[in-house]
């Protein structure tokens, strides 16, 4: 049995950072590709940021270049750097290991002054 586990989010000013992890376990991500999402309040889930086996990337146009996720498999962690961070960026983050359609419980990012 496969899980994922957020940590991370925070209440963060406008323009600030953070660090989310997603730490998997009951199998190895590193032949996997991996996912970050996000739910606003009274919004859908949308996809925030993918990352491939050889660690190639790909961003939602909202974040692009200002949020970047890596991968480390030693670890068996997925990061997502947010940095410049908006107030539109406040959401509920979700990891997911669409191979095995997996999903964390989630960890809240809150951008406010």
């Known amino acids: 049995q496969v899980q994922l586990v957020e940590s991370g989010g925070d209440l963060v000013q406008p323009g600030g950072s953070l660090r989310l992890s997603c730490v998997a376990s009951?199998?190895?991500?590193?032949?996997?590709?991996m996912g970050w999402y996000r739910q606003a309040p009274g919004e859908e889930r949308e996809w925030v940021a993918s990352?491939?086996?050889?660690?190639?990337?790909k961003y939602a146009d909202s974040v692009k270049g200002r949020f970047t996720i890596s991968r480390a498999n030693a670890k068996n962690t997925v990061y997502l750097q947010m940095n410049s961070l908006k107030p539109e960026d406040t959401a509920v983050y979700y990891c997911?290991?669409?191979?095995?359609?997996?999903w964390g419980q989630g960890t809240q990012v809150t951008v406010s002054s």
């Open positions: 997911r290991w669409a191979a095995y359609n997996t």
């Open positions: 990352i491939n086996i050889d660690g190639a990337t």
């Open positions: 009951g199998r190895s991500i590193a032949i996997y590709p």
